[in-house]
C-alpha cells in the first residue's frame, strides 16, 4: 500500500510557475509515477509520467515543453516543475503510482494502483 499526498497548488497569473509535490508513504523506486488533472465539466487527463528510475519522461502534447516532471527516490517524492502556465491548465492535480513493468500506458488513469486526493491549480487571465 502506497500513500500520497500532493503540495504546491495554488493560484497564479497566467504565465506564472508552479511547482506541485507528491510525496509518498513508501519506497517508490519500484513504481511508474504520473501527474494526472481533471478540468472543471471535464474527464481526468494524463499530463505526465516517469519510469521507475526517473530517468524517462513522457508528457501529453498540451505540456510538453512547459512542465517538467522529476522523481527523487530517496525522499520518497515526485514533482512538476509548471512553467507559463495558461488559463486552460487549470484544475485539480493528482499523482498516481504503479508497480513498474514494460509496456504500461503511461498516461491512461487505469494502469495507475495508487491516488493522491490532489491539490488544485488555478490559472487567471
Known amino acids: 500500500q502506497v500513500q500520497l499526498v500532493e503540495s504546491g497548488g495554488g493560484s497564479v497569473q497566467a504565465g506564472g510557475s508552479l511547482r506541485l509535490s507528491c510525496t509518498a508513504s513508501?519506497?517508490?523506486?519500484?513504481?511508474?509515477m504520473g501527474w494526472f488533472r481533471q478540468a472543471p465539466g471535464k474527464e481526468r487527463e494524463g499530463i505526465a509520467a516517469?519510469?521507475?528510475?526517473?530517468?524517462?519522461?513522457w508528457y501529453a502534447g498540451a505540456v510538453k515543453g512547459r512542465f517538467t516532471i522529476s522523481k527523487d527516490n530517496a525522499k520518497k517524492t515526485l514533482y512538476l516543475e509548471m512553467d507559463s502556465l495558461k488559463p486552460e491548465d487549470t484544475g485539480v492535480y493528482s499523482c498516481?503510482?504503479?508497480?513498474?513493468?514494460?509496456?504500461?500506458?503511461?498516461?491512461?488513469?487505469?494502469?495507475?494502483?495508487?491516488w493522491g486526493r490532489g491539490t488544485q491549480v488555478t490559472v487567471s487571465s
Open positions: 513508501s519506497y517508490i523506486g519500484n513504481k511508474l
Open positions: 498516481a503510482a504503479a508497480d513498474w513493468r514494460s509496456g504500461l500506458w503511461v498516461m491512461r488513469a487505469t494502469t495507475y494502483t495508487y
Open positions: 516517469i519510469d521507475s528510475d526517473g530517468r524517462a519522461p
